[in-house]
Nanobody
Framework: QVQVVESGGGLVQAGGSLRLSCAASGSIFSINDMAWYRQAPGKLRELVALIRSGGDTNYTDSVKGRFTISRDNAKGTVYLQMNSLKPEDTAVYYC??????????????WGQGTQVTVGS
């Protein structure tokens, strides 16, 4: 079983910065993709940023140039540095990781979410 736990959300004024962290733990053999999703009230969950095990990254257009995703493969952690935050970035942010367990099974695990609120 693989657990994913986020931290680092909070309240910030527009133009400010926050850094989210996420750690995967448990019966992990490998971690392939790690990603951040977000879900605002009344909206569908959307992919914010993804980073593959080799370091390739993808960002949704609305955060390009403002957010940076990074990971520490040795620690099984992923980070999201969010700069120049806007009120429309307000959402619950979820961490996601996939890969293989020590038992050879594929997994895809979600964190419980962390609230990010950007005041205008």
């Amino acid at each position: 079983q693989v657990q994913v736990v986020e931290s680092g959300g909070g309240l910030v004024q527009a133009g400010g910065s926050l850094r989210l962290s996420c750690a995967a733990s448990g019966s992990i053999f490998s971690i392939n993709d790690m990603a951040w999703y977000r879900q605002a009230p009344g909206k569908l969950r959307e992919l914010v940023a993804l980073i593959r095990s080799g370091g390739d990254t993808n960002y949704t257009d609305s955060v390009k140039g403002r957010f940076t995703i990074s990971r520490d493969n040795a620690k099984g952690t992923v980070y999201l540095q969010m700069n120049s935050l806007k009120p429309e970035d307000t959402a619950v942010y979820y961490c996601y990781a996939n890969g293989r367990t020590s038992y050879g099974q594929s997994y895809g695990s979600w964190g419980q979410g962390t609230q990010v609120t950007v005041g205008s």
